[in-house]
Structures are given as structure tokens and as C-alpha cells.
């Protein structure tokens, strides 16, 4: 799934050097420790310390992937090769965990650099429309910031709002978010030189990066005069939208302050088209350095535009396009765990080293280390990370049980994974096995499905009387195949799957092989522990494990027809800014790296 970041910076160190004039910053983007490989790059912009950077960062993100965001910012140094990163200066760098972007929309995350400064990162799901928009624009009566004996060489900017449902001046963001920018640069235009009557070339634009999909997003246009040696004029500014475009208008550049019209914007071209690009190839991820705007004055209000009455054509499909897991879980899905594991006898004595249950002094056993990765993986998605933990197959005051409660044995008792993450149910399986319990059989799979299903309902209907949203997800650490006498009601019970919101992933640990049986298992994923966790670790145990789980979530709720919430409008809370100190990351860049590999090809400036 296609992850849209987009990346600014606000009062970062000028490390151009005496009489050097002010830096050029760009950012390169890398995903966990590998700094050998970089996921992308912003453009560079020009003498500016709080720049709003237009390149969007696109990282491809699957559920169950633990994935940390590591932004390194460098000062461009003209004549050096982007091949070599080391030498460019560095402005700072931040670090930041990918599910917490994607969590809540409207997000912004922020982080206080070392070297001065901060940046700032909103993430959102990228639009599936691959639809693009060929624009040309003209100016007419440009107000001249060139005085009398020379004409100003203007360029446009294109600049989307963050949240559509919020509209706010670029240089007046909510109340507890101070210095967080309202709008994200999409597009610079060319510059043409010594006209005030400008006619820009005709460009290319993606729909996904310039509106995100969304005909009505709030658009603002700004014009500047481009200057040499220092920052460019403001010449006006104007809002608009994608369905407005369509109509070819003419929008009035107005002042800061709304009070006086200082030219004229016409869209001479605005064709909808499919060129069958997905998002992610529509923009190139390097771009040689850009002129920096000055700040536009503050106008006090921003005119939204009407509305057109007839909707704007869409050529790539003729009704919307099916939501992702990523569109409900940014809009504020919750996913909650469920844990059920096998204590049945044919898992071995745990007093006896090397089988499956026992403490092998110090290293975790294969029911240890699946609770302790997939858990992680998942607890992300947890609101109030408790977990219900279940077990099945051993003895309870001296009768079979097959769904009792690790930490009561009525089965109501959950985890408290607060604070600790996936220590908590560790710390919880730890001090069942040490309570002596008495392992038994036969391996009966129904009364712990049984149950998870009337949790699993019983949330989503909490939920959706507070008008939220939530699906479950119940994994089962087993090491034998469901008992015969139990493998009808456990296939009954399955099939009603697809009906509920819930999802059933089964890890087989130990060494029977039990792909096939498991097969005969309706609607649940199984993934055999040893044979996936030798060939690729932890990683490919999550991924194997969540693969499908995205998607029963999408077929559930569309399935009662319920879409993902819209986009709240930003408040004092949900535009809250998160930041703290964060280590500087060139310590690691260093060690990590001889060169980076820009990701598009670079054009010297």
C-alpha cells in the first residue's frame, strides 16, 4: 500500500557558512538502518531555512512490516555529486515510526532536531487514481515587483491542504500547532522571464500527488517574481480546487490581506487524462535546486470556491474506487488482538529442554517468539492494547478446559500491554507456564473461536454506536491439528467468518507439518513457523501471518456498506504536534553508508 509523505521544516540551521549566503536544503528519506538504500528525495529549495519541500516521499507499506522513517536534511553544495551525500553538509536529521502517520489522519508529526530547527511530516494513504491533469496557465497584468526599469520573471506554486475539511491561511495554523504549515507544496511551474503577462508551459500533472484524489481538495495558487540573491516577491495569491480547474476560470490574485487584486490567473488548459502511471512513478524524486519563496503575506480569510454543480468527469472509472485497509485505518479503524495458545500435552514436558514450551536458558521458544513479533505487529493497531489471552488443552482443577483465561481461568482477564508492548504477553505466558499447569488433550479449536467471534462483534457494536469503526484479529499458536471430534464445529464456525470482524491467523509451531490439514479450515490464514522464520525471520513471519487480513477487514465493511470515516475537521487535539529530541542520525548515516543511491536521476543545477 502507497504511503504520500509530505515534508517540511521550520527555522533550520544555516550551515552555508560566512558570506555564503543561506542553504539550499533537500532531504533524503531511508527506511530502518539501511542507509545504503534511500526510499526517496525531496527537491532542493533555494536560499531557505523553512522550506516547504514539493517532492512527495512514496514508501510502499504492508501491514505487519515494523517500519521506522529516518530523514537525514543536507545543505545542497553546488558542484558536488548527489551520488556522494557525504559531501553536502548536514542540517540535522529525525526519525520517525511510520504506523503512528497512518494511525489518525490529519496527523501531523513533528521532532526537534539537534542542530536546530524542526521538521515536520504528514502522512497520508495515496489516492488510486492514476488520472492526469494537462495544465497550462497564463497570468494577465501581473503587478510589477521590479520597479520601473525592469519587469519581474514569474513562476506559480501549487500548494494542497493538508486537510480538506480545514481551511486556514499558510501563515496562521491552528491553536497547538504553532509554526506547522497548513498547506504542502505539489507543483512549481517554469519561470518565464520579464513578462508580466506570462504564458507557462503546458505540464503534466499527477491527480493522486495534486489533490490526492479528491476533486474539491482546498488548491493554493501563489505567484512569485524569482530573484538571484535573494528571497522572491510575493505577486498574489488564489484558491481554487480540481473541479473548479476543470471550468477554465479566471481567478483574481489578490493581496495578503484580501483587499486589493494584483493581476490575473487564466487556465487557458485543464484536461483530465489516463496514462496508466500508478502514483507512485508520476514524480521524479531528485530535482536540481528551486527558488525559494519569500513568505506570502497573511491574508485574512482565503475565499473557497463555489462548487461546481455537475461533477467533474473522471476518466479512469465511473464510480469510486474500493477503499483500502489503509483508507480505514487512517480514517481511525481500530484492530484488536486476540491471542489463543495451545497448552495441549503434545507439546512436550516444558521442565524437559527443547521442547516447545520450555524455557531453553534464556532463548525464546517458538511460542515465545511468535507472541513477541506478531504481537508488535499488531498491537500498533490497538487503541487500548489489552488483550484477551486465551488458552486451550490443558487441565483446570483436574477437567479438561479448552478456552480458559491466562491470567484468570474464567477467560475474562486481558493482557495490559500499556507501556511494555509485547513484554506484557510474554510477562503473562511466562507466569502461566511457571504456575504448574497440566497439559492434556485433545486439541479442540471451537470454544476459543467461539469466543473470539462475540468479542470481536461485541467491539465493532460498541463501536459503531460512537460512530467508529473496529475489526479483530484472533492468532492461534498451535502445534497439532484440531482433534476430529472438534474439526466439524471449528469448520462451521469459519464459514461464519466473512460475516464478522474478525480475522483468524493460525502459526503452526513444532515440527509436524500441518499446511494440508489446515487447509480444510475455512476463511483462516496458516503459516508454518519454522519453515517461514528460517527463510526470512521475523519480517516474513508477519508478512506471511497479516497478508490477508487487510483485506477480510475491506470485504467485511464493505460488505455492510460501511465506508471509511470521513476526515474530521482539525482541532485543538487532532492536530496536536508530537515532538521531542531525537538523536542525530549521521552517527549512523555514517557508519551505514559510503554513498547514497539517489532513486531517480538527477539533473545538475
Known amino acids: 500500500m502507497l504511503l504520500n509523505l509530505s515534508l517540511t521544516a521550520h527555522s533550520l540551521q544555516n550551515v552555508a557558512g560566512l558570506f555564503k549566503g543561506i542553504s539550499d536544503p533537500f532531504v533524503v528519506a531511508f527506511v530502518n538502518n539501511n542507509y545504503n538504500e534511500e526510499v526517496g528525495r525531496t527537491e532542493v529549495v533555494k536560499n531557505d531555512c523553512s522550506p516547504a519541500w514539493g517532492t512527495l516521499i512514496k514508501i510502499n507499506y504492508e501491514m505487519g512490516t515494523e517500519m521506522r522513517l529516518n530523514l537525514c536534511i543536507f545543505d545542497f553544495v553546488s558542484g558536488e555529486s548527489p551520488l556522494d551525500l557525504k559531501k553536502h553538509k548536514s542540517m540535522g536529521s529525525a526519525s520517525f515510526d511510520l504506523l503512528s502517520l497512518i494511525r489518525t489522519s490529519g496527523t501531523v508529526l513533528g521532532k526537534k532536531l539537534r542542530k536546530g530547527g524542526r521538521i515536520y511530516v504528514h502522512g497520508e494513504v495515496a489516492s488510486q487514481d492514476t488520472s492526469t491533469l494537462r495544465l497550462q496557465v497564463r497570468g494577465l497584468r501581473l503587478s510589477n515587483k521590479e520597479g520601473v526599469f525592469k519587469k519581474a520573471d514569474p513562476y506559480f506554486l501549487i500548494r494542497r491542504a493538508f486537510n480538506t475539511n480545514y481551511i486556514v491561511t499558510p501563515n496562521d495554523p491552528p491553536p497547538g500547532c504553532r509554526d506547522e504549515p497548513a498547506f504542502a507544496n505539489v507543483f512549481r511551474s517554469d519561470i518565464v522571464k520579464s513578462n508580466l503577462n506570462p504564458v507557462w508551459q503546458e505540464h503534466i500533472l499527477s491527480v493522486a500527488d495534486l489533490c490526492n484524489g479528491s476533486y474539491d481538495a482546498l488548491l493554493l495558487i501563489q505567484v512569485f517574481d524569482a530573484q538571484k540573491k535573494s528571497p522572491d516577491l510575493f505577486m498574489g495569491q488564489t484558491t481554487t480546487n480540481l473541479r473548479a480547474l476543470l471550468d477554465k476560470p479566471k481567478l483574481a490574485l489578490m493581496d495578503g490581506k484580501k483587499v486589493q ?46 462548487p461546481a454543480p455537475a461533477p467533474a468527469p473522471n476518466t479512469t472509472s465511473s464510480s469510486p474506487p474500493t477503499p483500502t485497509w489503509l483508507d480505514y485505518i487512517n480514517s481511525g479503524c481500530e484492530i484488536q488482538l486476540q491471542i489463543a495458545c495451545d497448552f495441549t500435552a503434545s507439546n512436550g514436558d516444558p521442565r524437559i529442554k527443547g521442547t516447545l514450551h520450555a524455557f531453553n536458558d534464556g532463548n525464546t521458544n517458538e511460542y515465545q517468539c511468535v507472541l513477541r513479533s506478531i504481537g508488535s505487529a499488531l498491537l500498533g493497531f490497538d487503541d487500548d492494547k489489552k488483550v484477551p489471552f486465551l488458552g486451550f488443552g490443558a487441565k483446570i482443577n483436574g477437567q479438561v478446559n479448552h478456552c480458559f483465561g491466562v491470567l484468570s481461568l474464567s477467560g475474562d482477564a486481558e493482557v495490559d500491554c500499556n507501556g511494555n508492548g509485547s513484554d506484557g504477553l510474554l510477562h503473562a505466558y511466562n507466569n502461566f507456564m511457571q504456575s504448574g499447569i497440566c497439559m492434556s488433550s485433545p486439541t479442540v479449536f471451537s470454544e476459543v473461536i467461539g469466543t473470539a467471534i462475540a468479542k470481536a462483534a461485541s467491539a465493532q457494536e460498541s463501536k459503531r454506536r460512537l460512530f467508529q469503526q473496529c475489526y ?14 472438534d474439526l466439524r464445529a471449528t469448520q462451521q464456525l469459519c464459514s461464519l467468518l466473512p460475516t464478522t470482524p474478525l480475522s483468524i491467523v493460525i502459526v503452526g509451531v513444532g515440527s509436524a507439518s500441518l499446511t494440508r490439514p489446515m487447509a480444510s479450515i475455512p476463511n483462516t490464514n496458516f503459516v508454518d513457523f519454522r519453515s517461514v522464520y528460517r527463510e526470512g525471520g521475523r519480517e516474513l513471519l508477519n508478512k506471511k501471518a497479516l497478508e490477508g487480513v487487510g483485506e477480510d477487514l475491506v470485504k467485511y465493511f464493505q460488505k455492510i456498506d460501511m465506508q471509511p470515516k470521513e476526515s474530521a475537521p482539525m482541532t485543538d487535539e487532532s492536530a496536536k504536534l508530537y515532538e521531542c529530541d531525537d538523536h542525530d542520525l549521521f552517527d549512523e548515516f555514517n557508519d551505514g553508508a559510503t554513498n547514497g543511491k539517489p532513486s531517480a536521476p538527477y539533473l545538475s543545477p
Open 261 to 306: 487584486q494584483l493581476g490575473t490567473i487564466t487556465v487557458l488548459k485543464a484536461e483530465l487524462g489516463n496514462t496508466g502511471i500508478r502514483p507512485q512513478e508520476a514524480a521524479p524524486a531528485f530535482a536540481p535546486p528551486a527558488p525559494a519563496p519569500s513568505p506570502a503575506p497573511a491574508p485574512s480569510s482565503l475565499p473557497v470556491p463555489s
Open 472 to 485: 479483530s484479529v484472533l492468532l492461534i499458536v498451535t502445534d497439532g491439528f484440531v482433534d476430529e471430534s
